[in-house]
């Protein structure tokens, strides 16, 4: 499994591609401009943002 930060998690698509990201990869981080966005995002992944 690769390792993957998520760069622009406040996007809206990023809810699209979820379900494939968190069984194909190891998401070991998320950013976002927006911190809420980004702690939203960690939150739903569990990780750090």
Do not use: C, F, N
């Not at 069984?23 to 998320?30: A, L, P, R, S």
């Amino acid at each position: 499994m690769q390792q993957t930060v998520v760069l622009g998690a406040g996007h809206w698509h990023l809810r699209l591609y979820r379900e494939a990201w968190v069984k194909h990869h190891d998401i070991v981080g998320v950013w976002d401009q927006s911190a809420d966005a980004a702690a939203k995002a960690a939150a739903d992944l569990g990780t750090t943002a």
